[in-house]
């Protein structure tokens, strides 16, 4: 990963501040990681589940049923103390995977393909 950070703000909510600040000291993490790490996780949480389109996430911004990455290191820590390069990997390891899974079966529905000359996957024309 390159070094080359940028800024990127955003205005929520107090309660949702105070709450993410909360969990972001439950892990040890800087309120930067945490918001970096959940936004990554929300992505991943958005699959294709069944249809072609993208599920869309809650405007709100509230997740009833908890946080996606909550449960997601929840279940890495469920067998033994992880580092905190080793629970990224494993968090990140499982984003691979399913974007390893997108990626064929959008290129199985002639959605995308892989294109050596421009350097990637790009979408097909339709």
């Known amino acids: 990963m390159s070094d080359d950070r940028r800024?990127?703000?955003?205005?929520v909510p107090a309660e949702?501040?105070?709450r993410w600040q909360g969990?972001?000291?439950?892990?040890?993490?800087?309120?930067?990681?945490?918001?970096?790490?959940m936004v990554q996780a929300g992505r991943r949480g958005?699959?294709?589940?069944?249809s072609e389109k993208a599920a869309?996430?809650?405007?709100s911004g509230s997740d009833p049923e908890g946080n996606?990455?909550?449960?997601r290191v929840?279940?890495?820590?469920?067998?033994?103390?992880?580092?905190?390069?080793?629970?990224?990997?494993?968090?990140?390891g499982d984003f691979e995977d399913q974007l390893e899974e997108t990626l064929d079966a959008l290129q199985d529905h002639n959605r995308i393909r892989y294109n050596?000359?421009?350097g990637g996957y790009t979408l097909v024309d339709e």
Request: cysteine-free.
């Open 7 to 11: 800024s990127v703000k955003t205005y």
């Open 16 to 18: 949702q501040k105070d």
């Open 23 to 37: 969990h972001a000291d439950e892990l040890g993490m800087s309120q930067s990681e945490f918001v970096r790490t």
């Open 46 to 50: 958005f699959s294709i589940g069944g």
């Open 56 to 59: 869309e996430p809650d405007p």
């Open 68 to 71: 996606d990455l909550e449960t």
């Open 74 to 92: 929840e279940a890495a820590l469920s067998e033994e103390p992880l580092s905190w390069e080793e629970l990224v990997e494993a968090v990140v």
């Open 116 to 118: 050596g000359r421009k």
